[in-house]
């Protein structure tokens, strides 16, 4: 069965938010990365002063269930809007699933960022529904 997880965006306070958020919950971050991490993409070139922003965060809250985030904006992601900024988060059992629920999600809707091979591992797309519910789906053959 795919896990659905809410997944949360900052306006640059990823990390206080999470380290806030873990004090409630408990457990230890799965994942923190930040943009520096990332290869770097001439197309979309990080600015020098979002380099030590969360990228993305990971905390399970229970064994079913993970908060996950990151911080946005600026030229390299979509602007954060307080109230607006969650999406859901799929993790399918398989690419054809993968595919299937992009596919479905973004009819009517608009494809964010296509199915694909990510540098962390996943396959990974996004996409925003006829309703305006922000998707991300990925599938990681790895944790299966």
């Not at 930040?34 to 001439?42: G, I, N, T």
């Not at 229970?62 to 988060?89: A, K, Q």
Request: glycine content about 10%; proline content about 6%.
């Amino acid at each position: 069965m795919p896990k659905l997880n809410p997944y949360l965006t900052f306006k640059g306070n990823c990390e206080e938010a999470f380290d806030f958020y873990k004090s409630i919950f408990g457990g230890d971050f799965t994942y923190k990365g930040r943009f520096s991490e990332m290869p770097e993409d001439p197309e979309y070139p990080v600015p020098e002063a979002d380099k030590n922003k969360i990228m993305h965060i990971s905390l399970p809250i229970d064994e079913d269930s993970v908060l996950m985030g990151s911080d946005t904006g600026g030229s390299w992601g979509p602007e954060t809007v307080i109230g607006n900024n969650f999406s859901l988060s799929i993790t399918a059992n398989n690419k054809e699933e993968a595919d299937s629920f992009h596919q479905n999600l973004s009819n009517g809707g608009t494809v964010t960022m296509p199915m694909g091979d990510t540098f962390w591992g996943d396959y990974f797309g996004m996409c925003t529904d006829k309703f305006g519910i922000n998707w991300m789906i990925s599938f990681n053959a790895e944790e299966q």
